[in-house]
């Protein structure tokens, strides 16, 4: 069984169904129609689909807190309780939505994960199709903690393989 995971980095748009099947597709952040379920980790993108319920498709994942975010702004919970496919680790330094969807796979029991759109494991580059619904951070913060960060990332990627020698992890460019 095969799974994909589609991140937010530019090299997304290789994803092709025209050309591989898969069996479980999950996205990260931003919807992609294609995806069975999505990790949405960002309060941002919750308030963002909460205006444009239309964008996600299928089930989400989220972290604990961003759930409480969602509470706190007086979401409804109900609809989104209909949607939720769980409750997945707390955003922690260099854990992204990316990360947290490949470990779904994994537990789903995918023994092969092909990944779109992680331009940082190839190169320091944090460009997001995220961009296209919220704003960027503050720039000067932004360009000062880019290379922590995907370094960072690139060191979960590690140990995720790492941990999973049994599974076959392929960073498609």
């Known amino acids: ?10 090299s997304k748009v290789q994803f092709d169904l ?3 099947q898969y069996h479980y597709i999950i996205g990260c952040n931003v919807p992609h129609p294609k995806c069975h379920e999505t990790v949405i980790l960002d309060f941002k993108m919750i308030e963002v689909w909460d205006k444009a319920k239309h964008l996600v498709n299928g089930r ?15 979401l409804d919970l109900l609809w989104y309780s209909e949607r939720l496919a769980g409750i997945v ?12 969807a490949a470990e ?5 029991g995918y023994k092969v994960i092909d990944i779109y759109g ?16 919220v704003d960027r951070p ?12 995907v370094k960072g990332w690139r060191n979960r990627w590690k ?15």
């Open 1 to 10: 069984m095969i799974a994909a995971v589609v991140c937010n980095g530019p």
């Open 18 to 20: 025209a050309t591989t």
């Open 60 to 74: 989400f994942y989220t972290c604990p807190d961003t759930w409480r975010m969602m509470t706190d702004a007086s």
């Open 89 to 100: 680790e707390s955003q922690k330094d260099f854990h992204s939505s990316g990360h947290n």
């Open 104 to 108: 779904i796979c994994i537990a789903k």
């Open 118 to 133: 992680c331009d940082s494991y190839f190169e320091y580059s944090m460009e997001s199709s995220t961009l296209q619904y």
């Open 138 to 149: 503050e720039t000067t913060n932004w360009q000062l903690r880019m290379p922590a960060k």
């Open 159 to 173: 140990q995720l393989t790492l941990n999973h020698p049994d599974v076959t992890i392929n960073f498609i460019r």
